[in-house]
């Protein structure tokens, strides 16, 4: 009876999350026009809406940890599910992402990605959408700010395994910036598929910076095992033991 409960209380607060993301973005778009900062207002207001209305539909609450950057940094982040997109984007002061070129073309997230500055990568060229993303970081077209990329590629499910893609080292090094990893457990509560949402914490934890400078080698040998013994640590503190 509970977890029917649940599955209820989950479509309801997935539905009207939905619907919130349509009235947000209806009523924050004349503002975003007559001033691009504005967009920040507008994806903080949404992101500690659905925050908020996680944690009263479904018993989800939501902490941030470690120190959140607010300078200009690269944030290489576990990805394991639109909630822990979330809870970075409520916090940081001007987030922008790597993402899917594809999403360029869904309805209001492609185009608030556009004015956020967000960068969008053709899957089979990455190599070409990293070279020109910081091309226009160095040439100062590129809005300043917190540039978000997930070194895994893609979400991934809590407790598997997904080798690290070196272009977040890349990034990190052309870039000249800080890395600053995030840890997080999300998938232990909010899973890449399926609708269930369960109570508890979800944390992201934002972990000591990572100074630039470095070669590439030593960045990636030194960001995997950070961020996913912390995520391991996270989600063990939920409560998550990993099959097999």
């Not at 989950?10 to 947000?24: D, G, K, N, P």
């Not at 500055?117 to 160095?138: E, S």
Request: some cysteine.
């Amino acid at each position: 009876m509970r977890l029917a409960l649940q599955y209820v209380l989950s479509v309801i607060f997935i539905a009207q999350m939905y619907l919130a993301m349509a009235l947000y973005a209806l009523f924050w778009t004349p503002f975003v026009l007559m001033r691009r900062e504005a967009v920040f207002d507008a994806v903080h207001a949404y992101c500690r809406w659905v925050r908020a209305s996680a944690a009263v539909l479904v018993g989800l609450r939501s902490e941030i940890r470690g120190e959140v950057p607010t300078d200009e940094v690269v944030i290489g982040a576990k990805h394991q599910s639109f909630f822990d997109i979330i809870m970075i984007v409520s916090v940081v002061p001007r987030p922008k992402f790597i993402m899917k070129k594809e999403l360029l073309w869904a309805p209001i997230v492609g185009w608030y990605a556009k004015r956020l500055g967000c960068i969008p990568v053709d899957r089979g060229k990455r190599g070409q959408a990293v070279t020109r993303m910081v091309a226009d970081v160095k040439a100062g077209t590129a809005w300043p700010g917190q540039l978000i990329i997930y070194p895994q590629g893609t979400r991934v499910a809590a407790g598997a395994k997904r080798p690290y893609k070196v272009g977040v080292g890349v990034l990190y090094s052309q870039l000249g910036q800080d890395c600053v990893p995030a840890a997080t457990n999300v998938g232990v509560f909010w899973p890449r598929h399926g609708v269930l949402r369960k109570p508890g914490l979800a944390v992201v934890e934002f972990l000591p910076r990572i100074a630039a400078g470095q070669p590439v080698e030593a960045f990636m040998a030194r960001i995997e095992p950070e961020i996913e013994g912390a995520s391991d640590r996270l989600m063990a503190e939920a409560g998550f033991v990993a099959k097999g």
